[in-house]
């Protein structure tokens, strides 16, 4: 299972950064934090601003994986705050596609063996 993407938004010409994160995986600021759920979160970043943040960019957001894998053709705002953090829907129909996609092998990998995709 890949758990980066990145991505530009065309409209907008901001780069993503997206990361799932796995059941036991290290995640939050300076990997202080330890996933200890079966259902995938999912990290956005800002891929603008990498000197002095995570090697994926700022960190914008996360979510549980059910919050935004639902099939729709909608944009995300992650921070109403900040108008550059909303991603237009074309560039989240490819996000939600590639979530799909990675979320079906590490369950279907999980169902068989009992194991994730990876640990």
Not at 26 to 51: K, N, W
Not at 79 to 96: F, L, Q, Y
């Amino acid at each position: 299972m890949d758990k980066i993407l990145k991505v530009i938004d065309n409209d907008t010409a901001q780069p993503w950064t997206i990361k799932i994160i796995a059941k036991n995986d290290a995640y939050g600021r300076d990997d202080c934090l330890t996933h200890d759920d079966d259902e995938l979160m999912v990290e956005f970043y800002d891929g603008r601003y990498i000197e002095g943040f995570d090697p994926e960019g700022q960190f914008v957001s996360r979510y549980n994986l059910s919050t935004i894998a639902q099939e729709t053709y909608q944009g995300i705002n992650l921070d109403g705050g900040i108008a550059s953090w909303t991603i237009n829907a074309p560039v989240m129909v490819e996000v939600r596609k590639w979530l799909k996609d990675q979320a079906f092998t590490y369950y279907a990998i999980e169902q068989f063996t009992g194991t994730h995709a990876y640990n």
